[in-house]
């Protein structure tokens, strides 16, 4: 049995993984790929300026890093995570099992997608999915946000600040805070589009253009971004029984990365910390390994 399995090789668990081997546990990466969600970045037509500092290629050193250590993990899926008397049990896509003495789960979340024309042709190209690691680039810019929940309001306040113009779809059948929607509308450079539905994005080599249906019509919207802010759902659905989960899926965590189940951490955006933030991630990554390693100790049960 081994000391630690981390589930997940996004930047937190990548960076779990650089954490535990040099504590020298005797540790598994199990993950579909490598590198998760931050193998996207948003474009924008014009680029991102002078000196823009990307938190994707300190990703790629973690990666390379394990792609060097090879024994030390494997591209594969695990299907269920049980715990039963301070043992985990992965099991994988191909039947086969993996045992540790503790887990981190960094299996991030997946996006929500409208799943109209455009979507996925434009993805990373002038549309993105969480507007939070972009706002600073739309000082004198053109914006559109859309959204089905609160999210989409925080972040028109958020744009609003930078922008030269913000238009937010709230789009039909959603839910929305009456004092948000409020404080949005009184924005000078906002305009708010209600009970709205996309039809299309189109453009060229980016996106340049969404249309929407509403009951006064369609229209066509020009902008320099356009962001989908739908909540992304937590890659938890094969957290096994013993071992619960918030209301949304994701997996609740204190202050050390440690959840409520003893040997099990989790770590980045699977926590639902809401920063969705490759800095963040790698940060939660490193103390989550350090707090198995801790665990590890204080229990005795160390490989090492
Ligand atoms: C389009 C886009 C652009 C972004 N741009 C930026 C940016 O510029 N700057 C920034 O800081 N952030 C950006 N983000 C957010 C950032 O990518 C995420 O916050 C970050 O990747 C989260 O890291 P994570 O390790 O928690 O999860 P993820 O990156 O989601 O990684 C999860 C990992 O778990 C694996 N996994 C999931 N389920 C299983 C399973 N059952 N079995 C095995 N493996 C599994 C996945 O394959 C993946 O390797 C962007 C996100 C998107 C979608």
Not at 191 to 207: C, K, M, N, Q, S
Request: aromatic share 6%; with cysteine.
């Amino acid at each position: 049995m081994r000391d630690l399995i981390i589930i997940g090789a996004g930047p937190a668990g990548l960076a779990a993984a650089l954490y535990a081997t040099r504590k020298r546990m005797d540790c598994l990466v199990i993950s579909k790929d490598l590198g998760g969600k931050s193998n996207y970045a948003v474009r924008l037509a014009d680029g991102e300026g002078p000196g823009a500092i990307r938190a994707d290629e300190l990703v790629t050193i973690y990666k390379s890093r394990l792609q060097y250590l090879r024994h030390s993990h494997r591209l594969a899926e695990v299907k269920r995570l049980t715990a039963s008397g301070g043992t985990f049990t992965c099991a994988l896509e191909d039947d086969s099992t993996e045992e540790a003495r503790a887990v981190i789960v960094a299996t991030g979340t997946r996006l929500r997608r409208l799943g109209v024309p455009g979507e996925k042709q434009f993805l990373s190209r002038g549309l993105g999915y969480s507007s939070i690691s972009y706002s600073h680039l739309f000082a004198g810019k053109r914006v559109v946000l859309v959204g089905d929940a609160d999210r989409v309001l925080d972040s028109t306040l958020e744009l609003s600040i930078h922008a030269d113009a913000v238009t937010t779809v709230l789009l039909a059948g959603g839910w929305f805070s009456e004092d948000l929607v409020a404080r949005a509308r009184d924005l000078e450079r906002v305009t708010i589009l209600e009970e709205a539905t996309v039809r299309e994005f189109r453009g060229d080599e980016y996106a340049r253009e969404v249309v929407l249906a509403s009951k006064s019509g369609e229209q066509t919207i020009a902008a320099d971004g356009f962001f989908v802010e739908l909540a992304p759902e937590p890659n938890t659905d094969f957290i096994g029984d013993g071992i619960s989960l918030e209301s949304t899926g994701s997996l609740r965590v204190d202050g050390t990365n440690s959840t409520a189940v003893p040997g099990l951490f989790a770590a980045g955006d699977v926590t639902g910390n809401g920063y969705e933030q490759i800095l963040v991630s790698l940060g939660e990554g490193s103390k989550a390994a350090l707090s198995a390693y801790r665990y590890l100790l204080e229990t005795g049960r160390a490989n090492a």
